[in-house]
């Protein structure tokens, strides 16, 4: 039986930055549910002051729907989606980024209802809380100031992280640009800036969210790494590949590696669409 592909977004993002992905997995005949988590998708804000002539001001203090949004709230949604997958059979659960501690808490909640779950350069905090993987020297190459260049607001005050991505600051933009799509075009970069959203939950879990060998430990596991990832450099990708095959040594990660940045495999979706369609595909028959 095919399975389905449940597709979890990263930071600032939202389903619709999975479409070119889900369009190449539907040519090779798989089935595929991109997820909003709360907040996230329509259920974003975007207030009129974040629209042109932007008034910043305004922005820096309009209320935000994500605020108070929590990881259990992003987990317990996530969950009532792969209980309807699960009905039509096997679940390969897909994160990106951020996304991988929703999945990485939701696998430690409901192993039985994921099949496989797959990281894509993605959190899956093992030793360490994901706020302090930054201060680790394998992320010491990522500028974690690069989104403060047109933060808006004071995260504290709003209950939320507030990010005006349609900045015309130039530094602002080529800190993006080198953060998440540096080996794509000015145009392809600008697009996809314009799929984020403004507004990002502030909670990233604590130490109950970390993977944990009884539940997550059980289920088949792949992580694809992405080679010039600048936002989450390989070093730290590498890093938490040991330690959820220490945590875990009679279930090791099936690693694969994709070359390109943050963004690029959504971008160009064709070959990640490969990669997961491989991992679909039924154990070839004992000799």
């Known amino acids: 039986m095919q399975p389905t592909f449940v597709l979890v977004h990263g930071a600032f993002a939202n389903s619709f930055s999975f479409a070119p992905l889900q369009a190449e997995l539907g040519l090779l005949g798989h089935r595929s549910v991109a997820v909003d988590l709360p907040g996230h998708g329509f259920g ?20 935000g729907s994500i605020k108070g949004v929590t990881l259990a709230d992003n987990v317990a949604h996530l969950i009532g989606i792969l209980e309807r997958a699960k ?53 010491a190459t990522v500028d974690a100031a690069s989104l403060a260049l047109a933060m808006a607001g004071n995260p504290a005050e709003l209950g939320l992280l ?3 991505f349609r900045t015309a600051d130039p ?69 938490l590949i040991r330690e959820g095959n220490a945590l875990t040594p009679d279930n090791p990660y099936d690693v694969r590696t994709l070359e390109g940045s943050h963004l690029k495999w959504l971008t160009h979706p064709a070959p990640a669409a490969r990669v997961l369609g491989e991992l679909a595909a039924p154990p070839a028959p004992s000799a």
């Open 44 to 63: 974003a804000t975007y207030a009129r002051a974040y629209q042109a002539p932007q008034d910043l001001e305004a922005l820096a203090v309009t209320p």
């Open 171 to 239: 530094d602002a933009l080529a800190a993006f640009k080198a953060a998440f799509l540096a080996d794509g075009t000015d145009e392809e970069f600008l697009t996809f800036l314009n799929t984020f959203q403004p507004d990002e939950n502030l909670d990233a879990g604590g130490a109950a969210d970390r993977a944990q060998a009884a539940t997550w430990g059980r289920i088949p596991k792949t992580y694809v790494r992405l080679a010039d990832d600048t936002s989450l450099p390989l070093a730290i990708q590498d890093r």
């Open 87 to 139: 009905r039509n059979g096997p679940v390969i659960l897909v994160s990106h980024s951020r996304g991988g501690i929703t999945a990485t808490a939701a696998a430690n909640a409901r192993p039985d209802l994921i099949d496989r779950i797959v990281y894509v350069s993605a959190w899956c905090p093992v030793e360490l809380d994901v706020n302090d993987y930054y201060a680790e020297p394998e992320m």
């Open 162 to 164: 507030r990010v005006n």
